[in-house]
């Protein structure tokens, strides 16, 4: 059994005309997830209890996933219909959650785009809701189920849809870093960018951040600063906040064994190919809502 093997010898011409209406960002009336466990043992992390199989065998999981009966479609738009999403029979979909029961600093948090498992949705088909889509979880779906459902929206506008696919790439390809900047460094500039953003203008002048490794590798670095890539030239006063925040760091940096280099302005058209792709790693700020700079 191949993924081919669930391709249609032919697609049916109302299968495809009902998956016209779909695009990544709907809602599909489905509060279900699939999930592989041991079959052998059991299962230290889900719970699920041995079903006595020969060691190495493993059994499907289905369960709810979402309480709010919705999950969103997360796979791109093109692989639902469209000439290239005939060779896909499944789409993929995350749970959407009601996080109405969490704290509410963490709910705006989420609105913040904060915290990197929950994308807020900004128009939930239950007026007042506070739900978000969770994608910790994947779960594949036939188009079968997409082609049986009306498509429900989600967020308010286009933009906001977007939201969800740049921070699905930013989830799948964030490269791995040290912990002691992945964790308190990164979330800390996050955080800042949140703040600032509010009433701070040079905040929308800033392209993007990254990591230079000045000397090792992003996993076991040496020597590091924090590269600011801007649309302009930025004065000592635009400077000063990250500035400050980027040298609060330099004790807990030598305390893991890396050294601290102070941060460094630069703007866009100055930025060499060799130092963006070569010795720079992207942070993630999803509050800038530049999307990906390529």
Not at 7 to 28: A, F, K, Y
Not at 130 to 149: C, I
């Amino acid at each position: 059994m191949t993924i081919d093997r669930l391709l249609p010898e032919q697609w049916d011409p109302d299968t495809l005309v009902s998956l016209e209406r779909w695009r990544q960002g709907h809602l599909l009336k489905m509060d279900r997830g699939t999930w592989i466990v041991p079959a052998w043992q059991d299962d230290p992390v889900t719970g699920e209890r041995s079903a006595g199989a020969a060691v190495g065998g493993v059994r499907a999981r289905s369960a709810l996933l979402s309480d709010t009966g919705y999950s969103v479609v997360v796979s791109q738009t093109c692989d639902i219909a469209g000439g290239p999403a005939k060779r896909h029979p499944l789409v993929s979909v995350c749970p959407v959650r009601d996080v109405s029961a969490f704290p509410t600093d963490k709910i705006q948090q989420i609105k913040d785009h904060q915290v990197t498992e929950y994308v807020w949705l900004t128009q939930p088909p239950a007026v007042g809701a506070a739900w978000a889509v969770d994608l910790r979880a994947v779960v594949p779906v036939s188009k079968g189920l997409l082609a049986a459902h009306d498509p429900v929206e989600g967020f308010a506008t286009i933009e906001e849809e977007l939201i969800l696919g740049r921070r699905l790439v930013s989830k799948l390809s964030r490269p791995a870093v040290h912990d002691a900047l992945a964790g308190p460094v990164f979330e800390s500039l996050r955080r800042l960018l949140s703040k600032c953003k509010k009433s701070q203008a040079w905040c929308d002048d800033v392209e993007q951040f990254r990591l230079e490794v000045v000397e090792g590798s992003p996993l076991l670095p040496k020597r590091v600063r924090l590269l600011v890539l801007t649309d302009h030239p930025f004065s000592p006063t635009e400077k000063k906040q990250l500035r400050d925040e980027w040298k609060s760091h330099k004790k807990a940096l030598k305390d893991a064994g890396i050294n601290w280099e102070p941060i460094h302005f630069l703007t866009v058209d100055k930025c060499s190919v060799r130092l963006y792709r070569r010795n720079t790693v992207p942070i993630d700020v999803p509050t800038l809502d530049r999307g990906r700079f390529a």
